[in-house]
């Protein structure tokens, strides 16, 4: 019985820190709001916070993991309940939705570290879950064009990495910041030239 409260304590606990962390974070910005202030107003002690997070940038990670959770939950439910549209029309769906989610949740990003989706010393960001995800679909969706006839008879594998180290979040704040880009132009420089290289148009 005494574990069991002790579970039920810590997901108290991790469920407010979290609601508290993203609430100071819209209000102030990721970089304004320090542990200690996440704490105070969580109305825990630093103890019992730094025992689960040991930095911002992990508790960041944490929210980061949370929101990508829900769109990959979102975007495998739309391509389930819409297998009979067109390859095109999914791939192009998903792309935009995709740069959508970087274009959001940018803060998340720039908070932690390249490497911070890593689960261990073993693994780096190219086996992340994210990464591994987008890959995934996109492999499946080209998988699909090129037995169809829609698309070349391509590595679709090489190609599916090759797009999505093209729309990594580094990738996306440089064509942002450093070159003035709209989320929208990105979104449609990226569906017309993939849709063009792989999809024929």
Known sequence: MQQRSERKDAARHRELILDTASQLFHEHGVESVSMHQ???????????????????????????????ERFAANISAYLALEAQLPVRERMETFLSRWIDFIATEMQWFNAIQPDAWCSDDRENMLNSPPFQFVTGVLKNLLDEAVAAGLAPNVDTEFAAFHITISMSPIAFLFFTDDRGQTTEQMKAKYISYYSSLFLGR
Do not use: P
Not at 52 to 64: D, G, I, N, V
């Open 38 to 68: 996440i704490a105070k107003c969580a109305g825990v002690g630093q103890g019992t916070l730094y025992r689960r997070y040991s930095s911002k940038a992990e508790l960041c990670m944490e929210l980061l993991t949370d929101r990508f």
